[in-house]
């Protein structure tokens, strides 16, 4: 049984498009992260919600917004994609300090 | 803003050697864990260390949290071509939300 899922695993797309990724984590863990790692593989956290409340909110672009309907899920909507948003996203849950990580969506847009 | 630099960025060694690789901050934190993450995956949880001083060992790593919480070491004896990966080291802050920050990695290459 997978810990934390992400969908879609690899998404190609054009600038200016809409898309989202979803995440779910069956751990019945109380707070989920969404990270950015770009190229050079610096891993940087974009946003965070405990029990479905928004916790933490980096400065990243009002183009993305998180939206966490249950404690176990949190999507990532992300509006007029640009060159710059391609990177891996990951999504991650803990109930301490311990991150537990999905396997990753890599977002390539052209 | 709280700032992990590791070092070094990249390290390429031969199959039974030892290597150590090192997270500094300025910044002090409650809690460090290291992390190993493989191509197309998402990191995985190796260790945490919580108190100054602090010595674990997970087979044929060791990690050690610095007096005063500011740093960390990864040491790996005899490394193996399994341990192949980028080292993520992770702090903890203190305070009523626990922020985690990520070091800027350590990418291992072992040969065999």
């Known amino acids: 049984d997978t810990a934390v899922s992400q969908t879609p695993k690899y998404l190609v797309t054009q600038m200016g498009n809409d898309k989202s990724i979803k995440c779910e984590q069956n751990l019945g863990h109380d707070t989920m992260y969404w990270y950015k790692q770009d190229s050079k593989k610096f891993l940087k956290i974009m946003f965070s919600y405990n029990n479905k409340e928004l916790i933490i909110n980096e400065t990243v672009p009002n183009r993305f917004s998180p939206k966490s309907p249950d404690k176990a899920h949190l999507n990532l909507h992300i509006n007029s994609l640009e060159l710059g948003d391609s990177a891996v996203y990951f999504c991650?849950?803990?109930?301490?300090?311990?991150?537990?990580f999905g396997p990753g969506t890599r977002l390539t847009v052209t | 803003t709280q700032l992990l630099e590791q070092s070094p960025q990249f390290l390429s060694i031969q199959e039974g050697e030892n290597l150590t690789v090192y997270c500094n901050s300025s910044?002090?934190?409650?809690?460090l864990q290291w992390y190993r993450q493989e191509p197309g995956e998402g990191p995985v949880l190796l260790v945490t260390?919580?108190?100054?001083?602090e010595v674990k060992k997970l087979k044929r790593l060791t990690f050690q949290f610095g007096d005063a919480r500011k740093d960390s070491s990864l040491h790996i004896t005899a490394a193996q071509p399994g341990d192949t990966g980028l080292y993520l080291c992770?702090?903890?802050?203190?305070?009523?939300?626990?922020?985690?920050?990520f070091g800027t990695g350590t990418k291992l290459q072992v040969i065999p």
């Open positions: 992770a702090g903890t802050g203190s305070g009523g939300y626990q922020k985690v920050t």
């Open positions: 260390v919580v108190t100054g001083g």
């Open positions: 910044s002090v934190f409650s809690s």
């Open positions: 991650a849950s803990s109930q301490a300090r311990e991150q537990y």
